[in-house]
């Protein structure tokens, strides 16, 4: 068999006088032309073998890029949940660990600020009504007061305005500071006995709480207001007055009575004693004067 | 999205599609001697370029269902994509210049041979049952030169053998071998037929 021509021929090698002299040649020879048409139909089924196997790859690249679709998807969803569960898992944590302390920060502090703002609010509802009072009480003691004073004051009393209208809920200082006083107790001239029997201090005010026991059978007693002289010899004259509860600009004392005095002074430290504590009754003479009060803060 | 990789490169190192990896070591030698004996003028850079992109090219074709079917090799598929890119980036560059093409008709001869007679069908059987016995060195060497149009130099290099002249030898033999079973068999279908 002439193999090599016959792969010539077929490859189309051949110049134009080749191939028509072998197209001739294989005319006149059946077995060179049988030979040919196998050797043809060989490669005819090596090529349609081997496209069978081509579009067989071709089939795996197609579903192969389906899959890659499929997993490209399946990533994206993946790491979408798995962002969403670690984002889950690590919010409550955070949540316990940062922000609920971070939430109960802000409302402590806003808490804080409520209390301010109502024990301001309680300052100033006293402080106003009894601020109105010493204004008519005695004009002398206010003009002895410092423009700043009055400066201060009106501001507090505008802000207490203020409070007033937006808060109305009273908050009393839960804990007002004790203070131990030693007994002192005067009688003045007319019978009537005074004994300092309490005292305490808040928010920059020291009350004093005296007993009266009225002995005096002739006569009302009218009290103008008290002044104490504190431990650096500074004078303070009570910002308010109350006779059993009640606010009083003066007040009045009737026989044989048997009253408590609340007086409130304004002074922003706890003194360690009162060089005096002065009492006037406007138709007597002479002052009662209490001297001599020790101050100390009551541990108990 | 993956159709949007704009190199193969980043495709074969994602190791997306392991068919396609194959084929590309596969395909290249072949593409790239191919494109240089027809596209001189193109530097070697230029060739493995069109080649991502040629492979990039049948991956997205099979991807979006433009390619549904071959009717030629993977390598010579992936080499007419080559050409058509190499055409217009020498026409792009070089617009003066015509880019001639050498289109060659491979084997052309093979496809003449056909009649419908009843005996070129028993040759068409019998053809195709010996091919599918080829397997082996011959299998890959007559697929390589066949299938694929792969120049002897370059299968030579492929399949590990001296030079071009022992592979056109041993090519000769597969073929001889493959023609000695097919006579054989067309002999036997012959004797049959004139005992019946």
């Known amino acids: 068999m002439k193999l090599d021509i016959i792969d010539k021929y077929l490859a189309g090698e051949m110049t134009t006088e ?48 389906a899959s890659d679709k499929r997993r490209y998807v399946a990533t994206i969803a993946a790491i979408f949940i798995a962002g969403f569960i670690i984002a889950a898992t690590i919010s409550v944590p955070v949540y316990h660990v940062v922000v609920k302390p971070l939430i109960e920060k802000i409302n402590d502090h806003g808490n804080q600020e409520n209390n301010e703002l109502s024990r301001q609010n309680t300052d100033s509802v006293f402080t106003k009504q009894e601020v109105d009072s010493t204004t008519v009480i005695n004009e002398e003691v206010q003009q002895e007061e410092t423009a700043d004073t009055d400066e201060k004051e009106k501001t507090k009393e505008d802000k207490t305005k203020e409070q007033q209208d937006k808060d109305s ?60 002289l504190d431990d650096k010899g500074n004078q303070h004259t009570a910002i308010s007055m109350k006779l059993d509860g009640q606010n009083k600009k003066t007040f009045s004392l009737n026989r044989t009575q048997v009253l408590e005095m609340i007086l409130s002074f304004k002074i922003d430290y706890i003194p360690n004693s009162l060089q ?25 | ?31 790239i001697n191919l494109m240089q004996k027809h596209f001189g003028r193109l530097t070697y850079q230029d060739i493995e370029e069109l080649y991502d992109d040629a492979v990039l090219a049948l991956y997205e074709n099979a991807n979006n269902g433009t390619l549904k079917e071959l009717t030629c090799s993977i390598t010579t598929y992936l080499y007419q994509i080559g050409r058509n890119k190499a055409i217009d980036k020498l026409r792009h560059e070089h617009p003066e210049k015509m880019v001639d093409i050498e289109i060659h008709d491979f084997y052309p ?11 070129n069908e028993i040759r068409y059987l019998i053809a195709d049952k010996v091919v599918r016995l080829i397997s082996g060195s011959c299998k890959k060497l007559l ?28 090519k000769s033999r597969c073929l001889r071998k493959a023609h000695a079973i097919a006579n054989e068999n067309l002999k036997k279908l012959d004797e049959q037929r004139s005992i019946t």
Not at chain 1, 22 to 50: C, N, S, T, W
Not at chain 2, 109 to 119: A, H, I, L, R, S
Request: proline share 4%; net charge negative; glycine share 2%.
């Open chain 1, 18 to 65: 080749e191939r028509l002299a072998f197209e001739q040649e294989m005319e006149r020879d059946p077995k060179l032309k049988e030979d040919v048409h196998i050797i043809a139909y060989i490669i005819h089924g090596i090529r349609q073998v081997g496209l069978e196997e081509e579009n067989k790859r071709l089939q795996r690249i197609i579903a192969s890029s």
């Open chain 2, 143 to 170: 697929d390589l030169f066949f299938l694929q149009e792969t120049p002897m130099k370059v299968i030579a290099s492929q399949l590990g053998y001296a030079s071009a002249d022992v592979v056109k030898d041993k």
């Open chain 1, 169 to 228: 809920i009273f908050v009393p200082n839960p804990n007002p500071s004790k203070i131990h006083i030693n007994p002192i107790s005067k009688i003045d001239e007319n019978g009537t006995k005074y004994e300092l029997i309490n005292a305490y201090y808040e928010n920059g005010k020291l009350t004093l709480i005296l007993q009266i026991v009225n002995n005096n059978n002739d006569r009302d007693l009218v009290f103008d207001i008290p002044t104490i």
């Open chain 2, 1 to 31: 999205m993956i159709i949007s990789f704009k190199k193969l490169r980043h495709l074969r190192q994602s190791a997306l599609n392991k068919e396609i990896s194959q084929i590309y070591d596969e395909a290249k030698p072949s593409f």
């Open chain 2, 109 to 119: 001869f093979v496809d003449t041979c056909w009649n419908d007679d009843y005996k």
């Open chain 1, 276 to 300: 005096e504590l002065r009492i006037k009754e406007i138709n007597s003479w002479p002052i009662i004067s209490m001297r001599n009060i020790h101050l100390s803060v009551n541990e108990n």
